[in-house]
């Protein structure tokens, strides 16, 4: 009995880990609510596709990316030393914990900022790669209630 206690104890404990992994609908509605929907001209498809590229809709993840000396925060990776933070060049002026909130409002904010400087969406590699030329970007709303 004290057994099955401590496992059901041990799942409650385990299971929130990935309580904060957000549908794509659910993303591409709070990213259309934000006005990023063709915000300086990007799809909100392109929008959607890069927050999968970057965190699986993971409002709350953290990557720590050793290889180039930088951690990305948030639905779109945001990088720590450039955009938020209390060092580094801090251009969003927040802290990069605000930007991990499953409600976006900080994120939306920051990558609009992010997306008004000479790179554009660019400034994301991973959307160069994954997101700029892809023919199937539709399918990132296919089926999604705005």
Not at 19 to 33: N, W
Not at 78 to 89: A, E, K, M, N, T
Request: positive net charge; proline residues 3%; contains cysteine.
């Amino acid at each position: 009995m004290k057994a099955s206690v401590v496992l059901c104890l041990l799942g409650y404990l385990v299971v929130p880990s990935g309580a904060y992994i957000l549908g794509r609908c659910t993303v591409a509605k709070k990213l259309h609510d934000g006005g990023l929907d063709y915000f300086e001209g990007y799809s909100l498809e392109n929008w959607v596709c890069l927050a999968y590229f970057e965190s699986k809709f993971n409002p709350m993840a953290i990557y720590e990316n050793t290889q180039d000396g930088y951690t990305g925060f948030g639905l779109f990776q945001i990088r720590g030393s450039d955009w938020c933070g209390d060092h580094g060049r801090n251009r969003c002026h927040m802290s990069c914990t605000a930007l991990l909130n499953p409600n976006l409002e900080k994120t939306i904010k920051c990558a609009k900022t992010i997306v008004k400087g000479k790179q554009g969406m660019g400034a994301w590699p991973t959307w160069s790669r994954y997101c700029q030329y892809s023919d199937t970007l539709a399918r990132w709303l296919d089926g999604c209630k705005l």
